[in-house]
């Protein structure tokens, strides 16, 4: 039997200002371009266009941002996923696609340096990106698995739940600052790759077909 998928909580009311959605939004692409280290809360109050003043405001420091960037993605990601899912005009193989996307358009300007950041100086924010990854990769790509499996692209002679923990397990190994160093991959180039590797050996022939239409080697 698969892990819980249980949804995320939702998310604080704050998230539905547009000045902190703004913020987010702004926070995710300063600290995933340049790093957390690198970053100061004055150098992103200059890009908003804000006093520091303003989005202190909001955000109590640098941590609390970083976290609430961490908590935002993790949100987005399963949202996108909803959304895929419920979606019939699509198959399965343009669903998996959409995904890709998605996550490949998130993840772009991640900076290995960002992982290596956290892990170094602020291991609370590394550890909640752990916690987020358990959270997402069960209930996305158990979905994915659930959902194939129901059109016959994916095979049912599978252990869902092995092959969702193997996914996980191999993430979290993959996302490590080492990791991306010694493979000379980025975050953005990883994903694909390992999204590729899992569904290779799960799709039946006729999901295999769908597949390569939409991701031609």
């Known amino acids: 039997m698969a892990r819980s998928r249980s949804p995320l909580p939702a998310p604080p009311a704050a998230a ?22 690198q970053c100061t809360m004055d150098e992103l109050a200059a890009e908003l266009g804000m006093s520091k003043k303003t989005l202190y405001v909001h955000f109590t420091g640098k941590e609390a941002l970083m976290r609430a960037v ?9 949202a996108s996923a909803d959304e895929l899912f419920a979606n019939r005009q699509l198959n399965f193989a343009e669903k998996l696609r959409g995904f890709a ?11 290995p340096r960002t992982m290596r950041d956290l892990q170094r100086f602020a291991p609370e924010l590394h550890q909640l990106m752990a916690e987020t990854r358990e959270k ?3 209930y996305v790509f158990g ?5 194939g499996q129901l ?18 397990q191999a993430m979290h190994g993959l996302i490590q600052p080492a990791t991306l160093d010694r493979l000379r ?31 031609p080697r």
Do not use: S, W
């Not at 996307?101 to 900076?111: F, S």
């Not at 953005?188 to 590797?197: D, F, G, N, Q, V």
């Open 16 to 37: 539905a200002n547009p000045v902190v959605a703004r913020i987010l939004r702004q926070g995710r692409a300063h600290f995933f371009a340049h790093g957390y280290c």
């Open 70 to 78: 961490i908590e935002d993605l993790g949100r987005e990601i399963r």
């Open 101 to 111: 996307e998605g996550m490949i358009e998130r993840l772009g300007q991640l900076n």
């Open 136 to 138: 997402n990769i069960p």
């Open 143 to 147: 979905r994915f698995i659930e959902e």
């Open 151 to 168: 059109d016959g692209m994916v095979r049912t002679d599978l252990d869902t739940a092995f092959a969702v923990e193997f996914f996980l």
């Open 185 to 215: 991959l980025t975050p953005r180039e990883l994903l694909p790759r390992a999204i590729e590797l899992l569904f290779g050996g799960l799709l039946t022939p006729a999901g295999r077909k769908e597949h390569e239409k939409l991701f």
